[in-house]
């Protein structure tokens, strides 16, 4: 069965603190996406990895940065948190020439106060 | 405006019913359909995908596309109250990077027993 996990369900942090969010896939998946969930927003794409430290960003990367150092493992960093970070935060991975099946990871719910 | 448009819903039938749930698109270059489930506080999962035009049937799931009229439909049959859940549909042009899936916002359905 495939999974994509992601470290936190939860998180609650201050302003201004550094936020990291892990995901890891077990699919052998080339690509690894992070998007954030809004309500009316839908899913908007924050950055994506094609490679081990390839990235590119996607819609809304500003305030985020991420980090792709294994092939299984995609982190999402908030450099300096503010309260319109909150949000639902979703990872997701595929295969290479298959970005349309993208496989979710259950979303880490962050609040910054 | 959106490239890609969906009525948000909320949308609540009686089991048994026919569900039409659609999506409307200006990017005349989507090649790639989809349509993505997602439980609550759960993240979406691939439903179906449809390329090009046509129709596409997997069980009580019929997914339609009509490239003239940039309108995509997901029709589902005798509704289940386990068919309640939020529905994405997500569309993707044939060529470019991974990052090109735009995605709905999203429609929620509850299917009453």
């Known amino acids: 069965d495939v999974k994509v996990t992601q470290s936190s369900r939860y998180l609650v942090k201050r302003t201004g603190e550094k936020v990291f969010l892990e995901c890891v896939q077990d699919m052998d998946h080339e690509n690894m996406f992070w998007y954030r969930q809004d309500p009316g927003l839908g899913l908007r794409l924050i950055y994506f990895?094609?490679?081990?430290?390839?990235?590119e960003k996607g819609d809304i990367p500003e305030g985020y940065s991420v980090s792709r150092e294994k092939k299984e493992r995609f982190s999402l960093i908030l450099e300096s948190a503010s309260t319109n970070q909150t949000s639902m935060y979703l990872c997701a991975s595929s295969r290479a020439g298959n970005s349309y099946e993208q496989y979710f990871g259950p979303g880490t719910r962050l609040t910054v106060t | 405006q959106k490239e890609v448009e969906q009525d948000p819903g909320p949308l609540s039938v009686p089991e048994g019913a026919i569900v039409s749930l659609n999506c409307t698109y200006s990017?005349?270059?989507?090649?790639?359909f989809m349509w993505y489930r997602q439980y609550s506080r759960k993240g979406p999962e691939l439903l179906m995908y449809?390329?090009?035009?046509g129709n596409k049937e997997d069980g009580r799931f019929t997914a339609q596309v009509d490239k003239s009229s940039k309108y995509i439909s997901l029709f589902i049959r005798d509704s289940q109250p386990s068919d309640s859940a939020t529905y994405l549909c997500?569309?993707?042009?044939?060529?470019?990077?991974?990052?090109?899936?735009?995605f709905g916002s999203g429609t929620q359905l509850t299917v009453l027993p």
């Open positions: 990895s094609y490679d081990v430290k390839m990235k």
């Open positions: 990017n005349s270059a989507f090649q790639y």
């Open positions: 449809t390329y090009s035009s």
């Open positions: 997500a569309m993707k042009t044939s060529s470019g990077s991974a990052r090109q899936l735009t």
